[in-house]
């Protein structure tokens, strides 16, 4: 079992900056790779990936924006969001990948404001 507690969401004005923060606790060992999801009304989409070797994919609509980074000493993983935009707005989640399944944080919301 892993779980997974996301903080760092909440109102930012168009153009700013927000840093989310996923916590990993339980069979750390078996996570292969973490990953940040989206959802907004009538969209879901995977904003960024980490995988164990550190192989990073980014979403094509936050690519040059956001940034994924992990600090292992505190099985705790980030997503860096810079330049916001309206259509940014959402309920972010957290998504570990394990052989054989996955798990997911309760999400937080992000919303960005004109």
């Known amino acids: 079992q892993v779980q997974l507690v996301e903080s760092g969401g909440g109102l930012v004005q168009a153009g700013g900056s927000l840093r989310l923060s996923c916590a990993a606790s339980g069979s750390i060992f078996s996570i292969n790779a973490m990953a940040w999801h989206r959802q907004a009304p009538g969209k879901r989409e995977l904003v960024a990936i980490i995988t164990t070797d550190g192989t990073i994919h980014y979403g094509n609509s936050v690519k040059g924006r956001f940034t994924i980074s992990r600090d292992n000493a505190k099985d705790t993983v980030y997503l860096q969001m810079n330049s916001l935009k309206l259509e940014d707005t959402a309920v972010y989640y957290c998504?570990?990948?394990?052989?054989?399944?996955?798990?997911w944080g309760q999400g937080t919301q992000v919303t960005v404001s004109s």
């Open positions: 998504n570990a990948i394990v052989t054989g399944g996955e798990y």
